[in-house]
């Protein structure tokens, strides 16, 4: 089984080690609102198109409660734009300061480029947020063959439609030829979705949601029990394989490649 491409994820797994910006400005997009959010409830549907995760973290019990003693009544869809158009106010100012590739992202990409393995991308963003990324990854000489945002299908994940989108553009079949990277469970379910193999990474995911300083200094028996607790997460999701991090992914190539 020849693999042909790989399709990454954006945050958390090929840049912004940790995901940290998409978490900052939702937490930050609550607190305006009087609305107290916390990290891990921030990033609980990580990896959905934005205005879905906004969506989503308004039904929380915990949120609507605040909310309706703020304001009389539970948010509806017009509070939901609002949300979503502050966050993506927010998110453009940080994206500058979290847009660092992730330290084995150089080799990788290389590696693969010399494989003539494609590479395509998914992400939560929506287009508009997606050019300016797409500038800073160019700038560090990131440049997918294929980038596909929910704007460009009818629903982003864990629908399997930007993977086959990618797929399409960057001409690239069957489906077992291809690979989808991503640090979230939704990013899992995407991949399992449209009949690729799917893969997680632990160290830089927002699942771990640990910054690159915390996972050198953290005590090693500490990291390996958080570790251990997404390695479960991700399985337990249906990913084909679970990665330390993104460098292991050629030596899983070379395995699937053998697989008949």
Avoid at 107 to 126: H, N, V
Avoid at 152 to 167: E, H, I, Q, S
Wanted: charged residues 25%.
């Amino acid at each position: 089984m020849k693999i042909k491409a790989v399709i990454f994820d954006w945050a958390g797994t090929m840049i912004d080690y940790g995901c940290f910006a998409p978490v900052e400005s939702l937490v930050c997009v609550f607190k305006e609102k009087g609305i107290c959010l916390t990290e891990r409830q921030a990033r609980g549907p990580m990896g959905i198109e934005k205005k879905q995760h906004i969506r989503t973290l308004c039904r929380l019990t915990t949120v609507m409660k605040q909310w309706q003693q703020q304001y009389g009544c539970p948010p509806d869809e017009k509070d939901i734009d609002g949300l979503y158009n502050r966050f993506e106010h927010l998110l453009s100012d940080l994206q500058s300061r979290y847009a660092t590739a992730v330290p084995e992202f150089p080799e990788l990409f290389m590696a693969l480029k010399k494989k003539g393995i494609k590479i395509g991308s998914t992400t939560g963003y929506s287009k508009k947020i997606m050019e300016r990324l797409r500038k800073e990854a160019m700038l560090k000489n990131y440049c997918p063959d294929s980038i596909v945002t929910p704007d460009d299908v009818t629903k982003g994940r864990p629908f399997p439609w930007m993977c086959f989108k990618n797929m399409e553009n960057m001409e690239v079949y069957p489906p077992l030829s291809c690979i989808k990277v991503g640090d979230t469970i939704s990013d899992i379910k995407e991949g399992l979705n449209a009949g690729i193999w799917s893969i997680g990474i632990i160290k830089g995911s927002s699942e771990l949601g640990l910054s690159l300083e915390e996972v050198q200094s953290m005590p090693s028996i500490q990291l390996e029990k958080k570790c251990g607790i997404v390695m479960k997460k991700f399985l337990e999701a249906g990913a084909h394989y679970v990665l330390d991090t993104i460098a292991c992914l050629p030596e899983v190539i070379e395995k699937i490649s053998c697989t008949k």
